[in-house]
């Protein structure tokens, strides 16, 4: 069965330090990669995605994320953090099964000091 | 842009009260996906719907129940209320049976007292 681990549950950052964000995936096969975003309040939004080729992404908002097969990890990045990124991220990573439904990480909090 | 609408942001309702979370999206989306979402659990999934009348269970279906009759609109229906159903309740759609990212509403936020 896929399974997604996001080791830290929060992490704190200044602003304008650089940011790496976590996540290992458990997969049979080559998976699709999943990065969104969680404002306060808000639903998710897509980030960034992989599915197959470069294995380097790149998102939206200045992120990026690298797809490590060796490392099972598709780990994102920014190089300069900014306080509105204070949020929730969420990896995922899918298929399951033949109806595509994606697996959640239990998420990341983001906090950004001034 | 895809939009995903969740008719209430917040809600609350009685325990053993029978409730409804409505879904409608605009994109003519096969697939619909109502979650949970609790802290430090993430997102569990509920249930899920590939076309019209047609709905697989989740991780937890266990106290909901799903209609979706119409392509736009998926509602999530809690028969009982109960107070441990208190939580954050996602909708989302995608098109087809695909790897195509998810979209979601905005959520609702549900306390059962």
């Known amino acids: 069965a896929q399974s997604v681990t996001q080791p830290d549950i929060h992490i704190t950052v200044s602003e304008g330090a650089s940011l790496e964000l976590r996540c290992n995936y458990s997969y049979g096969a080559t998976p699709y990669l999943f990065w969104y975003v969680q404002s306060p309040g808000q639903g998710l939004q897509l980030l960034l995605k992989y599915f197959s080729g470069d294995t380097l992404v790149q998102g939206i908002k200045g992120f990026e994320a690298e797809f490590k097969r060796s490392q099972s990890s598709f780990n994102l990045r920014k190089p300069s953090v900014h306080w509105s990124d204070a949020a929730e991220y969420f990896c995922a990573v899918g298929p399951r099964g033949g109806s595509y439904i994606p697996t959640f990480g239990r998420g990341t909090s983001l906090i950004v000091h001034p | 842009d895809v939009k995903v609408t969740q008719s209430s942001r917040y809600l609350v309702k009685r325990t053993g009260e029978k409730v409804f979370l409505e879904c409608v999206q605009d994109m003519d989306h096969e697939n619909m996906f109502w979650y949970r979402q609790d802290p430090g659990l993430g997102l569990r999934l509920i249930y899920f719907s590939y076309d019209v009348k047609m709905k697989e269970k989740g991780d937890i279906p266990e106290g909901y129940s799903v209609s979706r009759e119409k392509k736009e609109r998926f509602s999530l229906i809690l028969e009982s209320a109960s107070t441990n159903q208190t939580s954050m309740y996602l909708c989302?759609?995608?098109?087809?049976?695909?790897?195509?990212?998810?979209?979601f509403g905005d959520g609702t936020r549900l306390s059962i007292l």
């Open positions: 989302a759609s995608r098109p087809g049976h695909s790897n195509q990212p998810q979209h």
